[in-house]
């Protein structure tokens, strides 16, 4: 059980002082208000009201959306090869060239679409 006192410490340490921050912090802190810090948004940006079906996203959203997925599970998948790759050896290789070569699928179709066009 000793060897869990520095990370029972730690957590109670931890603990007390966001305690004690939320606490004192509305008598401590400034207490500046304007017009702009009560409404809804503070970006300068009025709300526009929707209709009840929802506003439609432009397809550059998804464009964006889908380019983050395709590089995000690349380099999920390439750390742990490029860590084992001699391991692998030549069945690795070929694995890891198909997934490659399926990845710059999704890259050329998001290239064809504008999706790395930034406006």
Known sequence: MSTYAPLVGLF??????????????????????????????ECGIEPVDQPLTGGRFPVKYFLTAMLFIVFDIEIVFLYPWAVANDALGLWGLGAMALFIGTVFIAFAYEWRRGGLEWD
């Open 12 to 41: 109670v340490l931890a603990a007390g002082f966001a305690l004690f921050s939320v606490t004192v912090a509305p008598f401590v802190g400034p207490r500046r208000y304007n017009h702009a810090k009560l409404q809804a948004y």
